[in-house]
T-cell receptor, first 112, second 113 residues
């Protein structure tokens, strides 16, 4: 089955802890993205990557970090520097830029 | 930076009525995409428009890309309860801003049976 997988679906963390969200795709897509969605809001771009070992900041990159060591994987780390980390995090991929994006199921992160 | 706004934010219709959402970008777009997100779900890609003035149809859905490539619309004819969800437009920048896929603010559609 081809697709994009995010894990876990729900994640709880204590304030001050770093947490890493997983995103894996077996669609052989070059481009991958991370978005954040707050309740009743749109999607805001955190980071994106066009190819392996390359990534760029989106509009709200502060307090987040990513890596792209493999084509299939694009993990997102929410650091303790992110002031309001509680949100719905969505990972997506596309064959290349300027094509439709396929989204994972998302991870709901709650920081207490 | 590039901003993509949608109106209305929320629309409540009776089943069978038509619905339209409008998308406006602060900059020219190389193409426009539309996504649907069901409540509690993730966005699902619907369609992509590339050419100025392009119109595409998917059953009861009609998508249009403006002549100036800065605006777009989605029209649903005779809404059904299965149309419930948030509709997002998303655009790739043109010129020097081609690398980011920026989503609009979204329009939440509620359909009363």
């Amino acid at each position: 089955d081809g697709g994009i997988t995010q894990s876990p679906k729900y994640l709880f963390r204590k304030e001050g802890q770093n947490v890493t969200l997983s995103c894996e795709q077996n669609l052989n897509h070059d481009a991958m993205y991370w978005y954040r969605q707050d309740p009743g809001q749109g999607l805001r771009l955190i980071y994106y990557s066009q190819i392996v070992n390359d990534f760029q900041k989106g509009d709200i990159a502060e307090g987040y970090s990513v890596s792209r060591e493999k084509k299939e994987s694009f993990p997102l780390t929410v650091t303790s520097a992110q002031k309001n980390p509680t949100a719905f995090y969505l990972c997506a991929s596309s064959p290349r830029l300027a094509r439709g994006a396929f989204f994972g199921q998302g991870t709901r992160l709650t920081v207490v | 930076g590039q901003q993509v706004m949608q109106i209305p934010q929320y629309q409540h219709v009776q089943e069978g009525e038509d619905f339209t959402t409008y998308c406006n970008s602060s900059t020219t777009l190389s193409n426009i995409q539309w996504y649907k997100q069901r409540p509690g779900g993730h966005p699902v890609f619907l369609i992509q428009l590339v050419k100025s003035g392009e119109v595409k149809k998917q059953k009861r859905l009609t998508f249009q890309f403006g002549e100036a490539k800065k605006n777009s619309s989605l029209h649903i004819t005779a809404t059904q309860t299965t149309d419930v969800g948030t509709y997002f437009c998303a655009g790739w920048g043109d010129g020097g801003a081609t690398n980011k896929l920026i989503f609009g603010t979204g329009t939440l559609l509620a359909v009363q049976p």
